[in-house]
């Protein structure tokens, strides 16, 4: 499997807030590959989120780029972003967007219908809701999911294009104990499948179970460990930190 990566370079966002000039992102440089699992936390207005839009191409950046294989991401054109944006990625946002007029399945079938494409998209939708433990919910409507199932409905619905990279906001945020790590374990085995996954979050244990893990303080970010655990996932047993 050839590596795919997205390469950030000296990325900065800055705006005003009033007569202030606030730095969002702060000259960030980090780069994520097929089947990296990485973590990004942090204090609420540090950035973490301005950075998933910009790497999702929702937000212009003041300065510096967005590589995808070498290409700057800023130089396309808007349909070659909404294209990057459908094909390329999913994003799995902190606010629920589930439409709540369509069943789970027609929720997860969506992004399949946004360009034109070939095949039966209910039984690649039938196959993620399999994956993230909910296809007997296929034809429930959203009013009727708890909030951990209506996590999965967004994160299968993500992955509905078979994305290259996933972009994940508080994933786990307001989860139980194990709905976060059956989660995490979707995560896991999309970086097995060789999809790169993105993770903000306040969680630090759910961090442990990532590739490498940073930081980010008022716009800038650092590293604060790769890690090296290779078992299979336990939250509560995994003895390969200790």
């Known amino acids: 499997m050839n590596e795919i990566r997205i390469q950030?370079?000296?990325?900065?966002?800055?705006?005003?807030?009033?007569?202030?000039?606030?730095?969002?992102l702060d000259h960030i440089c980090f780069s994520i590959a097929s089947g990296e699992f990485i973590s990004i936390t942090g204090r609420s207005g540090s950035g973490k989120s301005t950075l998933l839009n910009v790497l999702a191409?929702?937000?212009?950046?003041?300065?510096g780029s967005v590589l995808l294989e070498g290409k700057d991401l800023f130089?396309?054109?808007?349909?070659?972003?909404?294209?990057?944006?459908?094909?390329?990625?999913?994003?799995?946002?902190?606010?629920?967007?589930?439409?709540?007029?369509?069943?789970?399945?027609?929720?997860?079938?969506?992004p399949f219908h946004l360009a034109k494409r070939?095949?039966?998209?209910?039984?690649?939708?039938?196959?993620?809701?399999?994956?993230?433990?909910?296809?007997?919910?296929?034809?429930?409507?959203?009013?009727?999911?708890?909030?951990?199932q209506l996590k999965r409905v967004v994160i299968a619905r993500a992955l509905m294009n078979e994305p290259d990279f996933l972009f994940a906001d508080e994933p786990t945020g307001d989860l139980d104990a194990q709905t976060t790590e059956e989660i995490i374990s979707v995560f896991k085995k999309m970086t097995d499948e060789g999809v790169a996954v993105l993770m903000v979050t306040h969680d630090l244990d759910v961090t442990e179970y990532t590739d490498s893990r940073y930081k980010m303080?008022?716009?800038?970010?650092?590293?604060i460990q790769r890690n090296t655990c290779n078992c299979t996932l336990s939250l509560n047993t995994c003895k390969c930190t200790e």
């Open 75 to 110: 130089t396309l054109s808007d349909d070659e972003i909404s294209m990057y944006r459908n094909s390329r990625i999913g994003c799995v946002p902190q606010v629920s967007s589930i439409l709540a007029n369509l069943t789970v399945l027609d929720n997860v079938r969506l």
């Open 57 to 63: 191409g929702l937000t212009i950046p003041t300065s």
């Open 8 to 24: 950030v370079v000296n990325l900065v966002k800055e705006y005003t807030q009033g007569e202030q000039l606030i730095m969002a």
């Open 217 to 223: 303080d008022r716009g800038v970010l650092s590293e």
């Open 118 to 148: 070939k095949g039966d998209s209910s039984v690649e939708a039938l196959r993620l809701l399999r994956l993230v433990g909910i296809e007997k919910l296929a034809a429930r409507m959203p009013k009727r999911l708890s909030g951990g």
